[in-house]
């Protein structure tokens, strides 16, 4: 903000605002503010990024008719310039919240660009930035490539946000000169499935908000299926539904904005949630499914903890922010596959993927 700098500008500069704002009948600091602000969204030569950054909403809005809508009407899908927005923004989404484990693909994915990336440069003979590579992959520098498979291999399957973040620095960084790549290289790297599943993470890296992703759906309007789903576990009953199209509805109806609303109901409560709680559960759970081993003493998320059973009772439960759920064994297990496997196909899993891409997620 102008009132946190102390700017020094040219006498005659000076002057000549004090002139301009008499004529519009404004305070210098309101024209300056302006200038300033104008200015920094004109782009200058080489100064891409810089414009992307200064109007983050209007970028998000062109990478997510690129990239979700296809609306490239020939052109390259992302820009070097939107890659390196890209990528700096997924790498902040690690650096905000509290105590979150990387529950998305998107992870993966960023490795497998890092090491694509690490052996172009092998490839081509560029010189590879040894103190990123070795300090955060513990590389020894002899055969790069093979050393990164290897580390790739002995990483745990479940990472939490803080050491993601850490993983992430050379894809952050000049680490990799993208400049230097050409056109057709960058395309089979930045492949278009696996910008999809780092956009989730931009939005996440930008602190985006539900304000943010209403007027990004009003926008563009983007057919998310509206669906309804309820899943019974002992005597917890989850009823999941998302705003959204209809099937059969006509193009150019009236338009719902996509959202998804969470029921939680007990023998004595009924609780409802919103998208923020149900992604941070879902993707709790789904890495527990996939690797009990790493989570079987349970996690305390930012919003969201679980302990299987087992571990600190024969019951299993999980809370959301001050709730606590205490199911039996045989309950939580089928809570945790009934959620895990109806999210991840059929119509849920899409408008689930459509609303990830609307509303950020880790």
């Not at 305070?27 to 782009?43: I, W």
């Amino acid at each position: 903000m102008l009132s946190q700098l102390n700017l020094r500008f040219h006498k005659k500069l000076i002057e000549a605002l004090k002139v301009r704002a008499g004529r519009e009948n404004t305070s210098v600091n309101a024209l300056a503010e302006r200038f300033l602000d104008d200015g920094l969204k004109t782009v200058a030569p080489g100064d891409g990024y810089f414009q992307l950054i200064a109007d983050p909403e209007a970028t998000v809005r062109q990478l997510y008719r690129h990239i979700i809508l296809g609306q490239t009407f020939g052109t390259a899908l992302v820009s070097r310039d939107e890659l390196r927005f890209i990528l700096v923004h997924a790498r902040e989404a690690f650096m905000r919240g509290h105590n979150r484990l990387a529950t998305l693909p998107a992870m993966d994915t960023l490795l497998d660009i890092t090491r694509n990336l690490l052996a172009w440069q092998v490839e081509h003979d560029r010189p590879v930035d040894g103190h990123y590579m070795k300090g955060i992959f513990r590389l020894a520098g002899e055969n790069w490539t093979e050393e990164f498979d290897a580390f790739r291999a002995g990483l745990r399957p479940v990472v939490d946000q803080m050491y993601a973040e850490h993983l992430l620095r050379p894809l952050e960084s000049d680490c990799f000169n993208l400049t230097e790549m050409p056109d057709a290289e960058l395309a089979e790297i930045f492949t278009l499935p696996r910008l999809k599943a780092v956009l989730p993470l931009v939005l996440r890296g930008l602190d985006w908000t539900e304000g943010n992703a209403t007027a990004l759906a009003q926008d563009l309007r983007p057919a998310i299926p509206a669906v309804t789903e309820t899943i019974e576990a002992g005597t917890l009953r989850l009823q999941i539904r998302t705003d959204g199209q209809h099937p059969g509805e006509r193009p150019g109806a009236w338009y719902s904005t996509p959202r998804l609303h969470v029921l939680i109901t007990g023998q004595d409560f009924v609780v409802p949630y919103g998208w923020e709680a149900f992604s941070e559960l879902l993707g709790l759970l789904t890495l527990y499914a996939r690797h009990p081993e790493a989570l079987a003493h349970g996690h305390q998320g930012e919003r969201v903890m679980f302990s299987p059973p087992g571990h600190v009772s024969e019951e299993g439960f999980f809370g959301i922010d001050g709730l606590r759920i205490f199911m039996t064994a045989e309950a939580f297990d089928t809570l945790v596959r009934e959620l895990t496997t109806k999210c991840a196909e059929g119509t849920l899993a899409e408008a689930l993927t459509g609303l990830r891409c609307l509303y950020g997620d880790l």
